[in-house]
């Protein structure tokens, strides 16, 4: 049975795993879903869910920012991203305040899960059951290895996982002849 999808308006469960893509819109003013994401945290922290995340969200959260500057710079110059990485480190090093910004509003809002060894094997386990890429399965694995069964996301691809909530912004795919909102 996939994963039990829920909204922003559902039921929270006690402890919920912050997936990098809804940690990007929280932070990311120019994402689709910023605002509604902003408002689910502020919903968190009112009810007092204990918001979790692990340093796979820090290193993706971060990664976006500094990759954003760069497409910015190699849209203007003409050339590919990694292009500009490779002879601009200043780039890299003037978008560091911001992503240290968020860094600690991110330790601020939720508790930083252990990435123990025992991680690994059932992330490999994962992408092979539920054609996860590996990051998303790092985020279900350590987040399972804590007991933590709920998770905040914009990817789709967490839907596929057996016995997780995923609490979505996401609009519902609409299934050919049938409304959305129709009973399955």
Do not use: K
């Amino acid at each position: 049975m996939p994963a039990e999808r829920r909204n922003f308006h559902d039921r929270l469960e006690g402890v919920i795993y912050w997936n990098s893509s809804f940690a990007t819109a929280y932070f990311d003013d120019t994402e689709a879903y910023h605002r509604q994401c902003l408002e689910f945290a502020n919903r968190l922290e009112t009810e007092r869910v204990l918001s979790v995340s692990s340093d796979f969200v820090h290193n993706e959260l971060a990664f976006v920012f500094i990759r954003d500057a760069l497409l910015a710079e190699a849209r203007r110059t003409g050339q590919h991203w990694r292009d500009v990485y490779r002879h601009r480190s200043d780039i890299v090093i003037a978008t560091m305040p911001q992503a240290q910004v968020n860094r600690a509003e991110l330790n601020r809002l939720t508790l930083l899960l252990p990435v123990p060894d025992t991680v690994q094997n059932r992330a490999f386990q994962l992408m092979e059951a539920y054609a996860l890429l590996p990051t998303d399965a790092y985020h279900v694995a350590i987040a399972l290895d804590a007991g933590v069964s709920a998770f905040v996301s914009l990817d789709e691809d967490l839907l596929r996982v057996d016995g997780i909530i995923v609490y979505t912004c996401l609009p519902q795919p609409v299934v050919a002849g049938r409304h959305p909102s129709a009973p399955r």
